[in-house]
């Protein structure tokens, strides 16, 4: 069944939003290679043929385009009218999930096959700008009738009207069968890009995460040399105060490096009280070297608190 089209008919669904939001056919789809198989397609069935986004705007050249189709689109308000019927048209055949037939703004036959990408709606594949033989007389008087408010003459419109190809209906349903065959390689063609992109995007962010795991790897790898080579250096100090004999300098090393040490093992941690007194202690005897007697203290403390657990520092 042929649907009749009527210009200013609102749209009253929204175009619903999927995962793969914000493609466009140029996106997902080589539109080189789209143009050729849009081609074939309109010379082999005799129709002209062109792809559209989701707004009716053209994304491929038109193929064999009618001349009374050109002479519409040549004015502002034909070429507006004849967008916003492919929008419509398109749209139709994206909620019926399949090829739909209607008359054009023109009064030709048209047919809307949807592109889908991914679950996203991103235009269509129109094909037409037929009558059918079977009453290709009132055809062309619809289409004088349709086009006469862009100002041009009957007589030209009508001779125009006569050069609009007339095919029987077998030949229009053979069109359908092949502009759905059409959509759905188109479809086949997008979801490769789709997934290639996605492989793409999940390998970079794996490898991103390979960096960063490394970095952090690294981070702590000198995160412990740095420790373990000021524990050592401290060590060669401590060692070479006891070859000199200089008895401060061994016992500040060695107090120094116990503390280091301490720290950064229990760090985040709880610690029996005898183990922070006994820094406690190891940190006062350096400062008692440094002051001297200026520094006096005494550590005085429960035997019962002796097990409790504090925070480390």
Do not use: W
């Amino acid at each position: 069944m042929i649907q009749q089209y009527q210009m200013g008919s609102p749209v009253k669904e929204p175009i619903k939003e999927s995962p793969a939001k914000g493609l466009s056919i140029e996106d997902v789809v080589d539109v080189s290679v789209l143009q050729r198989i849009q081609d074939r397609f309109a010379k082999a069935m005799g129709v002209a043929a062109v792809t559209v986004d989701r707004n009716g705007t053209p994304v491929t050249e038109a193929s064999t385009f009618q001349p009374i189709c050109l002479t519409i689109r040549s004015t502002k308000k034909g070429l507006a009218r004849c967008m916003k019927c492919d929008a419509v048209g398109a749209l139709k055949s994206y909620r019926a999930g399949e090829p739909q037939t209607y008359l054009c703004s023109g009064g030709m036959i048209d047919v809307a096959a949807p592109i889908i990408i991914d679950g996203e709606y991103l235009g269509g594949i129109l094909c037409g700008q037929v009558v059918l033989t079977e009453n290709r007389a009132a055809f062309i008087e619809k289409i004088v009738e349709r086009n006469k408010p862009l100002g041009f003459s009957e007589e030209h419109l009508r001779q125009l009207a006569k050069q609009v190809p007339a095919i029987p209906r077998e030949r229009l349903d053979a069109a359908v069968e092949m502009m759905f065959v059409m959509a759905n390689h188109i479809t086949e063609m997008g979801l490769a890009y789709v997934a290639k992109n996605q492989l793409l995007k999940e390998a970079e962010e794996k490898a991103k995460l390979q960096e960063a795991l490394q970095h952090a790897q690294m981070r702590a790898l000198e995160a412990q040399v740095n420790p373990h080579f000021l524990f050592n250096a401290l060590t060669l100090v401590g060692y070479t105060a006891i070859a000199e004999e200089a008895r401060q300098t061994e016992e500040i090393t060695f107090n120094l490096s116990d503390l280091l040490r301490y720290s950064l093992r229990n760090v985040a941690k709880q610690v029996l009280v005898t183990e922070e007194l006994d820094m406690v202690d190891r940190y006062l005897a350096i400062q008692k070297l440094r002051f001297g007697s200026r520094l006096q203290f005494k550590i005085s403390i429960d035997p019962q608190l002796n097990n409790v657990y504090i925070p480390c520092m």
